[in-house]
């Protein structure tokens, strides 16, 4: 079993930065691969960003890439997501999800999910 624990959202004006972080319990954490994904209101999760489990390979969504950066700290159990150069439409619900023998896009997929961080971008 995997808990999941989302921090770091909140409300930041257009061009701004967050940085979202993602606490694990579990000692497997090291070996599941991560997810970010996002919420916004009145649509479907959408995918963000994932990681494999040593942090050696990551894949973003168009609509993030050069923008958000998806990283990993196994000793810490965390999982982050750095958000630069923000925009109104990033403004969501942030969930971060994880999952032994999934690496990929698809939300259903993954096991675990936490509870969710909003983020809200002004413009």
């Known amino acids: 079993q995997v808990q999941l624990v989302e921090s770091g959202g909140g409300l930041v004006q257009a061009g701004g930065s967050l940085r979202l972080s993602c606490a694990a319990s579990?000692?497997?954490?090291?070996?599941?691969?991560m997810g970010w994904f996002r919420q916004a209101p009145g649509k479907g999760r959408e995918f963000v960003a994932t990681?494999?489990?040593?942090?050696?390979?990551?894949y973003y969504a168009d609509s993030v890439k050069g923008r958000f950066t998806i990283s990993r700290d196994n000793a810490k159990n965390t999982v982050y997501l750095q958000m630069n150069s923000l925009k109104p439409e990033d403004t969501a619900v942030y969930y971060c999800?994880?999952?032994?023998?999934?690496?990929?896009?698809?939300?259903?997929?993954?096991?675990?999910w936490g509870q969710g961080t909003q983020v809200t971008v002004s413009s």
């Open positions: 990681i494999v489990w040593s942090g050696g390979s990551t």
């Open positions: 999800a994880a999952d032994p023998d999934y690496y990929g896009t698809i939300y259903a997929e993954y096991d675990y």
């Open positions: 579990g000692r497997t954490f090291s070996s599941y691969a």
